[in-house]
């Protein structure tokens, strides 16, 4: 049997805990509804916890509402995560009883041959989300930033989008929302396409690196005027020509040796998480049998 409002603590007794979250009132004339849509601020614990919780309700909903310990495997389990994380069944008690306060899941009181407590989330119902909206969204809780082509692919066993430009509808549709539920972030240097990210709360360090600064005009490349002044010290071209060091972002320029190590650490999690989507991509694709057989 389902549990009570959050809101209360059972016999109608009220929960002073309980702080729902503000609400707006916003008709949607595209969809033809109106909601209430509340203002969702997620630690990171519980964007992981709110992530697995909608993912799983979609990949295995035989299994779902899932129990602490089958949440805190999805919680640590290192495919389709983005960093890969390793929380105690506490610190997920912990987050999935702050989102119940926040009026974003609910507990689930054994019955039917169930034994122990169950979670279950309630975004749908909250944020007035269908599936493939809740899929994109669990996806971007999971793994951060990513691109429309990217999360077509990585929804693909919770959701089913007919084309590229199908999810992006659903984006573009998400970020009209009051407030907005998400974002379009141009791409970075080196990147090809621009990057989708949610708006339910910081992600920490991995968000910030996603915010790459800018480039001054000023630096745009390394020589500058002939009539500019030479600092001491500076080189300086046979042509008297000043030659500029190459750009180095402000949160880069003041970095010691703990905090390289720490970005090292955080690029190769990067890589080993990029390697792992390759070998995913190359299974589906069957590359890895095309190959053997070549070597045969």
Known sequence: MDDHHPGTLGAGVQNPAYRPAHRHTHFDHSRGRSSMLPEVDLTEHEQRVAGCLIEKALTTPQQYPLTLNALTLACNQTSNRDPVVSYSEEEVEEAVRSLKVKGLARFVHPSHGR??????HLFDEVLGLESQQLALLACLLLRGPQTSGELRSRTDRMASFSSLSEVEAELDWMHGRDPALVERRTRRPGQKEDRYCHLLGTRGQADQAFRSPKLPPSH???ATATSMEKEPGQPQHSSGTTIEPPYQPEHLQAESGPDISR???ELTSEIAAL??????LRVALGMDATRE????
């Not at 390697?275 to 995913?280: G, K, N, V, Y």
């Not at 057989?293 to 045969?296: E, K, L, P, V």
């Open 275 to 280: 390697r792992r989507d390759l070998d995913e």
């Open 115 to 120: 034994s122990v407590l169950r979670y279950q």
């Open 263 to 265: 970005r090292l650490n």
């Open 293 to 296: 057989a070549d070597q045969t």
């Open 220 to 222: 745009a490349s390394y």
